[in-house]
């Protein structure tokens, strides 16, 4: 039964052809979906080199065997790919409607390859599928795209997964969406899916979701809408989501400001959560089926800006990448680009970041107004940010080389060695400052799909007695304090450990506001969540030896692709103190007990510390042996 609900959906665009699967169900308990579905896909049938723009890199767009059942903070869709951004593999997390939509209709993944000669989408109805014509949609933005997909399939309860004009114009750091306002944001899928020229995948499903144990799924959802909300987790994601990391940062000395080189930003009260919400905030809004209600809604009607509440609203990473990195201040003005970026599909970290680095590269003197299309790309010079956001998802002018990324824009300039490039692997850092909670240090470091901020549980859920990871989560096997300043060997296995669980968190499509210690949701009743879905007697062991799973695959993945331990590093700047604030002159990682805590990991996870490669006998104790490969 479980099987016929994940069935696996093979489409290629080239020769229009389409075929589906059912996986079966000892596959599904090695690996239970997202990355665990699309990895040994890629692996199997993507060639190493691939250019992942090309027509032969695949999209795989997953859900779970969890998915679309009524439970709270489980709407996510997973989308995989080779990177155009960093070249890795490459996977990006989305909430919203759309994954549950795709189990109603009777799919759990879609992997899609090969390229159309001209504009197309794909419509799935209830097990349907086709592929459509889409060049009237081509070049809209976003929310014209889905009214007009809504209008011409005569139903305005078809979800809609799609892409901008960024994605199609090959931004290599496009994004994808669904519902206007749920972004796989990161990686640069959306111009995976550009280069296919896929604009959308519609779909609209009536099949009744089979559970094992409804009555149980309706009482944890119930317990999740009152004693969940209550709690600190609950309680602060519905009021504020997660803008009040605006306001805990700034009084630390840590909000990353001008381009990572301050801790404190001068308009920190303009953007703090509550000015934010006196400003420019309406409602929350839910994801599916789920009570926590933490997305938040913009609206703006004054003499400068228009924002529509469909786009949603900035959370706390958009803020800062756009308010703070670049010293901008103006909260209307933030909710109009990250409206703008909604429309046009675009990954507002990268973005943020890039134009970071080119304001820090002209104030440095290496470029001038004239590099920049005559624009004053200065800190604080908010009336420039619009304007690049338009040429970047266009391509025009400077934002030609922008719509790179960071690092082929630095590379193009031959200023890739300067200390103002904060990437990873190729993709920008997020707005979380290595330099307070060392765990992220690790994070930034050792993602497979470059520096991300939710590869784990950050440090702070651990740093005293009665932090939640310590009085919640011991069933995770951390039960002393770990210092957010440490190196050593407790906080390398922190690591390990909130690595292992927070990849099960995404592989089965959960969001990661949903469960502790970061949200309300206790691990015992996670597990049951999953086991009154699928009717499995699953344990936590077995789900994080799936976990486990996907980080070795997604390790033999971009060894393939060139990458070394040598690619698992930091950018220069967390490496120094912090020059302002209560932090000043303190805060530098030492980077030889960064280079041991790395080696550490390694051993940890049982891989060659000079190679990087996961040993032989490791992946034969996850059966995973078929992989290995040769080098």
Known sequence: MLSQQNRFLYIDLSSKTISSKEPEETFLRSFPGGRGWAL??????????????????????????????????????????????????????????????L????????????????????????????????????????????DSLRQELDDQRVRVLQIGPAGENLVRYAGIVNELAHFNGRNGLGAVMGSKNLKAIAVRGTEEIRVADPERIRSINAWTAKEGLQKPQGATLRRHGTLPLVRSFQEMGALPTRNWTRGTFWGGEEISPENLHETIYIEPKSCFACPIRCKRRARVDNEQYTVDPRFGGPEYETVAALGSVLEIADPY???????????????????????????????????????????????????????????VAHREGIGDKMAEGSLR???????????FL??????????????????????????????DHLVAVHDFSFATSDSPGITEASGLGIFQPVDPLSLGPEKVRLFYYM????????????????????GPIPVEMMIDLIRAVTGWSVTLWELMKAAERTIHLARLFNLREGFSPADDC???????????????????????????????????MGWDVVTGKPRLERLKELNLEDFFGPG
């Open 422 to 451: 904060l990437q990873v692997k190729g993709q920008e850092v997020p707005m979380h400052d290595p330099r307070v909670k060392t765990g992220v240090a690790l994070q930034y470091a050792l993602s497979d799909y470059g520096a």
């Open 499 to 518: 690595d292992l669980y927070w990849s099960l968190v995404d592989m089965l499509g959960m969001c990661t506001f949903g469960f502790v210690p970061r």
């Open 333 to 391: 003005l933030l909710a109009k680009a990250n409206e703008l970026c909604n429309r046009y599909a675009l990954d507002t970290i990268s973005l943020g970041m890039t134009v970071g680095w080119l304001m820090e590269a002209v104030e440095r003197g290496f470029l001038g107004t004239e590099d920049c299309d005559g624009l004053e790309v200065r800190f604080g010079r908010g009336e420039v940010l619009l304007p690049l956001i338009e040429k």
């Open 409 to 419: 824009l630095a590379r193009s300039l031959g200023l890739e060695n300067e200390d």
């Open 40 to 101: 040994p896909y890629l692996l199997q049938n993507l060639e190493p080199g691939t250019d992942a723009l090309s027509p032969d890199n695949i999209l795989a767009v997953t859900t779970s065997v969890i998915s679309g059942a009524r439970g709270p903070a489980m709407p996510r869709v997973i989308v995989c790919s080779k990177s155009p951004l960093t070249g890795s593999f490459g996977e990006s997390e989305a909430g919203g409607f759309w994954a549950p939509e």
């Open 103 to 146: 189990k109603k209709a009777g799919f759990g993944a879609i992997f899609i390859q090969g390229r159309a000669s001209h504009p197309v989408y794909i419509l799935i109805r209830d097990g349907q599928v086709e592929i459509r014509e889409a060049g009237h949609l081509w070049g809209l933005e976003t929310g014209s795209a889905q």
């Open 570 to 604: 930091l950018p220069p700047r967390f490496f120094t103190d912090f020059k302002d604030g209560p932090l000043a002159g303190k805060g530098g990682i030492d980077p030889q007990e960064f280079k041991e805590a790395v080696k550490l990991r390694y051993e940890f």
